[in-house]
């Protein structure tokens, strides 16, 4: 268990660094979370027998990092992940909110880069929702709340759209998704009373299905 938390915590870093656009620190980060993830033995008692020298001796893991694990084991918590969270703290909104909108953190760099996405006007907003949510995972809910709302009803969504949601995102649903029945692109109904499945075509017109019920295509309808 602890090696998973502190794998979690690692992979995390790992992205925030990406977020604040350091280069080659997110690869270690992550090939060190991805041994603890593996490691079978409990990192607790590696570090309990051998000390911060026992952490160093497992592959992917450097001096930098085993002094965070022990950190971790010692206290709790690594200040620098903590560090790194706040400094980060308005790229993380940025960065979620285009993760709603289906954009890697790699396509939103590119898009940034090549001024298909001007980045600087997302940041002041971004601001605004963390001072109003109080906390990154306030305001991540937030927009994730506003986002199936949103894309339940086709409807395009900004960050600002938080703001003006703010007062009834516990009202904010996302819209029902209904199935129902077709045979060859006609809508069908069901008779309860005769119960039979009926096909309405082009005139309008109730045909009797005689088909078999394996036909009937069952289609999303918003």
Do not use: C
Request: overall charge positive.
């Amino acid at each position: 268990m602890t090696n998973q938390k502190i794998a979690k915590i690692l992979y995390e870093i790992e992205e925030l660094l990406k977020i604040k656009g350091v280069s080659f620190k997110p690869s270690a980060y992550h090939r060190a979370a991805l041994t603890l993830e593996n490691l079978k033995e409990d990192i607790a008692d590696i570090y309990k027998e051998k000390g911060v020298n026992g952490l160093k001796e497992i592959q992917g893991v450097g001096k930098s990092i085993a002094d965070k694990i022990e950190e971790y084991l010692k206290k709790g918590k690594i200040k620098y992940y903590e560090k790194l969270k706040q400094e980060t703290a308005v790229r993380q909104i940025v960065t979620y909110y285009f993760q709603t909108k289906g954009l890697s953190l790699g396509e939103l760099k590119r898009n940034a880069k090549k001024r298909k996405i001007v980045y600087s006007r997302f940041t002041k907003p971004a601001k605004q929702l963390l001072d109003l949510a109080g906390s990154m995972e306030k305001a991540k809910k937030a927009i994730s709340t506003v986002a199936e709302w949103a894309k339940s009803r086709n409807l395009d969504y900004a960050i600002e759209t938080v703001f003006k949601k703010w007062l009834e995102l516990d009202k904010l649903k996302p819209k029902e998704v209904v199935k129902k029945p077709f045979y060859r692109d006609d809508p069908m109904v069901w008779s309860a009373s005769k119960r039979k499945w009926y096909v309405i075509d082009k005139d309008g017109q109730w045909l009797e299905f005689a088909d078999k019920e394996s036909k009937i295509e069952w289609k999303i309808v918003k």
